[in-house]
């Protein structure tokens, strides 16, 4: 099973870039890169997904390097309302829902 | 579309019963998955149903048990209650079609 690391928390300020970085050194060749954003009392909400280089759409970018070993999500220009958990996802649901692994996530604190 | 509703929100039940949650995944999907998520363990994999038989199982005793309806409703079982089974528990469904999992809002169970 891949093993994902995320850092514990971020800090940030209104109006930043954001890069969170997942690592995911056992990945197998037919897992995706899911990320999801969880507010509390909520469940995960999907924001982005990639297989390999980069994923951008209209919230988010993922970046995904040749070796695909890390992801780093990308936020441009947060807002308070960004203030979450940011998990990374690593896996196929086709190759098996026990094989998803989630990271421990990220807290994301937006400041004004 | 609606989204993945689940109930109850909350739950407060003692050690020794059983209790059952339930939750309708958005109209079309087959797939549903549960997971457990705790401060301690994150987020983890229970079970999933695809077209009324569990397709795939997490590593949880077999006081986690669930179903699904023809409807692909799911209900989930957890007989027994130790303190332990506190957590919030989520449940996504999926069109497995592609790699998206959209979760419920989750219900939380406390275990006195």
């Known amino acids: 099973l891949a093993k994902t690391t995320q850092p514990i928390s971020m800090d940030s300020y209104e109006g930043q870039e954001v890069n969170i970085t997942c690592s995911h050194n056992n990945i197998a060749t037919n897992d995706y890169i899911t990320w999801y954003q969880q507010f509390p009392s909520q469940g995960p909400r999907f924001i982005i997904q990639?297989?390999?280089t980069k994923v951008t759409n209209e919230v988010a970018s993922l970046f995904i390097p040749a070796d695909r070993k890390s992801s780093t999500l990308s936020l441009p220009r947060v807002s308070l309302s960004d203030t979450a958990v940011y998990y990374c996802?690593?896996?196929?649901?086709?190759?098996?829902?026990?094989?998803?692994?989630f990271g421990t996530g990220t807290r994301l604190l937006v400041s004004p | 579309k609606a989204g993945v509703t689940q109930t109850p929100r909350y739950l407060i039940k003692t050690r020794g019963q059983q209790v059952t949650l339930s939750c309708s995944p958005i109209s079309g999907h087959r797939s549903v998955s549960w997971y457990q998520q705790t401060p301690g363990q994150g987020l983890q994999f229970l079970f999933e149903?695809?077209?009324?038989?569990?397709?795939n199982k997490g590593n949880f005793p077999g006081r986690f048990s669930g179903r699904q309806f023809s409807n692909s409703r799911s209900e989930m079982n957890v007989s027994t209650l130790e303190l332990g089974d506190s957590a919030l528990y989520l449940c996504?469904?999926?069109?497995?079609?592609?790699?998206?999992?959209?979760f419920g809002s989750g219900t939380q169970l406390s275990v006195l």
């Open positions: 996504a469904s999926s069109s497995r079609t592609d790699e998206k999992l959209f």
């Open positions: 996802l690593v896996g196929a649901m086709n190759t098996g829902f026990q094989k998803l692994v």
């Open positions: 990639g297989y390999k």
């Open positions: 149903y695809f077209s009324e038989t569990q397709r």
